[in-house]
């Protein structure tokens, strides 16, 4: 995931300062990207300026320094919602970031880019489960080290086993609770509505 994604989608909802995107980041948003420092979303922040994705305007401020308020450009709008709708790939780990981040802002942009987010991710996790969930987990060992707790090492990877299948499961009923709201949702009316068309 490209984090200037993440960066535009707030954007669409309102102008923020550079430092109230660190802000978010470190609150709300660390469970879509981890460990971004406020050096960095500057240095995108300036990139999407030269890309014409956004400009700023300068708040000036009494006592301390000037903040510049970025704003969402029809050059950035097009580009968020480019990736709101472009092709998702999942990957092996579920609950990916990069579909975290997807849904997060399509969902509100375009109910049907979400929706095809949502069936994608779920069809995957669906024949990931039917591919997995019976294979033999058995444990070998040949020549172990004799530290090696044989019994031990075999309960961990069933217990391990254990929480990966529910948790994936959760996974799977979240995600078809998901798409049941979002297929039964009615189009928004007026210019709110506009980012639901097809």
Excluded: C
């Amino acid at each position: 995931m490209q984090f200037e994604y993440v960066l535009l989608g707030l954007l669409a909802g309102r102008p923020f300062s550079g430092y109230d995107l660190g802000k978010w980041v470190e609150t709300e948003g660390q469970f879509l990207r981890s460990r971004a420092h406020h050096s960095q979303i500057y240095r995108l922040l300036g990139r999407m300026v030269a890309d014409g994705w956004v400009v700023y305007e300068v708040d000036p401020r009494e006592g301390r320094p000037d903040a510049k308020v970025y704003r969402l450009t029809p050059v950035g709008r097009d580009a968020l919602l480019a990736w709101v709708r472009s092709p998702y790939e999942p990957t092996s780990r579920f609950q990916d970031a990069d579909f975290l981040a997807r849904f997060a802002f399509a969902a509100a942009l375009d109910r049907h880019a979400a929706i095809r987010l949502v069936r994608t991710e779920l069809d995957y996790r669906r024949e990931q489960i039917a591919r997995n969930r019976g294979r033999d987990r058995t444990l070998r060992f040949e020549e172990p080290l004799p530290e090696l707790d044989q019994a031990l090492a075999r309960e961990v990877a069933e217990e391990l086993h254990r929480y990966g299948a529910g948790a994936v499961d959760r996974w799977v009923e979240w995600l078809e609770d998901m798409l049941r709201r979002l297929e039964d949702r009615k189009p928004a009316s007026g210019p709110a509505g506009e980012g639901d068309a097809r």
